[in-house]
């Protein structure tokens, strides 16, 4: 469950700590915080899924130059925070205006604390809070689902019955509608002009969508409790729709061709189940892979996201992964996938996942090559700037293309090769330079752009690369050295994220 941005402020430990909006005022009655932090490490953008509050004590952050603060801003706004709260209480620095306006036009709640109260405290309160909503939605999803269960149990499954029952214990109208939009059960009291608000839950037969609950209602604010209490009846609902739906014939194709790419079956195999699912065998796709902690639970609101962006997506759950294969129409395949890949990172920021889109590949018999890669580009668990949730595989094509290669052995020896000094460095003083210099080398060798991505000052920025240098034996541009280093720290960082 979520609650309010301003009902969060209106609690009484924040009147105590007066909180005052200094930017973002109209979205503050429009956020939901997911959960409360505090921190004061600047970094910390992502590290956050979005709807967080964040508690910071201002000291570090204000300390920036203009800049930076800016960037600050705009790196939790990129990540969708709830809001910032900063106590600026015996601090010597106030809020700077730049900050202020850049909170402003990225639409981030900033508010400024003008007396001092413990954020230990704060953000047990308000988690605890939101915990017990939480458990509060549950346990009337758990009261709804055990009617529906003894309705079964003692009147068999009639779909309207179930329906009606769930409309009248959540006072909302209920509809159940197929895939094909047809009305299988619908109890509507409420009249159109009414409903504030609705949600819609897909009910799943084995690992196809078979129909979709549809929940409405007058208050707004009840979106989250709708949305937890429609995915918990799920299971249930499924039982009943067992009795009357069976899976169409082209589901069980679209199903039956993903797992083919992902077990690596034969070409003919495969583009027979294309006759059969309706995909021309010769188009190119691109498989993407997504993996959640509760997948299961979330996967109503991906596969909508999915089909938004691909409405030809085949997709398959297996255990912890969503597989999806995606056609690749028009002139460019390449373009395409890019346009969905952008599409998809748009959206699925807000579903608590991470995906990986594989490179594109001629057709679906080639589609198991896409998988491994996207598969291999989880393994590097290298950072991706701006990659959001959703990681393109384009972005470690060279350090893909070594591990296929050369493999670890010989990855170990080219980067040992190049960047010992610095490795060794780093490991004495628990230091960060090997990834500074490719923070750098990414940016174009562009000092203003690295310090700002690095949130430190230029003068900061270039005491460190002056000892980089050192440590390399001179400064790598205007030489044939340059590419090879930044290859180098990539791998290094791959090496080092693979091992976490």
């Not at 979205?27 to 967080?52: D, F, K, M, Q």
């Not at 003008?114 to 704060?122: D, G, I, N, Q, Y």
């Not at 190119?284 to 509760?294: D, M, S």
Request: proline share 4%; glycine share 6%.
């Amino acid at each position: 469950m979520l609650l309010n941005l301003n009902d969060v402020l209106a609690t009484p430990l924040f009147i105590k700590a007066h909180p005052r909006i200094m930017a973002g005022a109209e979205n503050a009655a429009t956020n939901l915080v997911r959960w409360v932090h505090s921190s004061e490490v600047l970094e910390i953008a992502p590290l956050l899924r979005g709807e967080e509050l964040l508690l910071s004590g201002g000291q570090n952050l204000l300390a920036l130059r203009v800049e930076a603060q800016v960037q600050y801003i705009q790196s939790l706004a990129e990540r969708k925070v709830a809001a910032l709260v900063i106590d600026t209480v015996g601090l010597n620095r106030s809020l700077s205006p730049a900050l202020i306006e850049a909170a402003e036009t990225d639409g981030l709640p900033l508010i400024e604390l003008r007396a001092t109260v413990p954020f230990v405290e704060l953000a047990e309160t308000i988690n605890r809070a939101i915990v017990s909503a939480q458990a509060l939605a549950l346990q009337r999803a758990d009261e709804v689902s055990q009617r529906l269960a003894h309705r079964i149990a003692t009147s068999g499954p009639g779909l309207p019955p179930l329906v009606a029952l769930i409309a009248q214990n959540l006072n909302v109208n209920a509809l159940l509608v197929d895939m094909g939009g047809n009305i299988l059960a619908s109890s509507r009291d409420i009249p159109d002009d009414r409903i504030k608000m609705k949600v819609v839950s897909d009910i799943f037969l084995s690992d196809l969508v078979a129909a979709r609950l549809q929940l409405e209602s007058r208050h707004p604010a009840e979106r989250e409790l709708l949305s937890t209490v429609a995915e918990r009846l799920g299971s249930i609902l499924a039982l009943a729709l067992s009795q009357h739906h069976r899976p169409t014939r082209s589901q069980i194709a679209d199903a039956a061709l993903t797992q083919a790419i992902i077990r690596d079956a034969s070409a003919n195999d495969i583009r027979e189940l294309c006759g059969q699912v309706g995909l021309d065998a010769a188009v190119p796709v691109a498989v993407l892979v997504i993996r959640g902690v509760e997948l299961g639970r979330v996967r109503s609101a991906v596969e909508r996201i999915l089909r938004r962006n691909s409405p030809d997506i085949k997709t398959y759950l297996d255990s912890e992964y969503l597989y999806g294969v995606i056609p690749l129409k028009g002139v460019s395949p390449r373009k395409e996938r890019r346009r969905i890949l952008l599409g998809l990172r748009e959206e699925i920021e807000t579903v608590a996942v991470q995906g990986i889109m594989g490179p594109w590949v001629p057709d679906a018999t080639h589609g198991q090559w896409s998988l491994q890669q996207a598969l291999l580009t989880e393994r590097l668990a290298l950072p991706m700037p701006n990659s959001g949730a959703l990681r393109d595989c384009e972005d470690v094509a060279l350090e893909r293309l070594c591990e296929r290669e050369l493999g670890p052995r010989k990855i170990a020896r080219y980067i040992q090769e190049l960047l010992s000094d610095l490795l060794l460095h780093d490991s004495m003083r628990s230091g960060d330079l090997v990834a500074t210099l490719d923070v750098w080398l990414s940016s174009g060798c562009n000092s203003t752009a690295a310090a700002a991505a690095l949130f430190m000052e230029r003068q900061t920025l270039h005491k460190r690369l002056n000892k980089i240098f050192d440590l390399l034996g001179g400064d790598p541009r205007g030489t044939s050295r340059l590419a090879a280093i930044h290859l180098a720290t990539r791998l290094a960082l791959a090496n080092l994220g693979t091992r976490k």
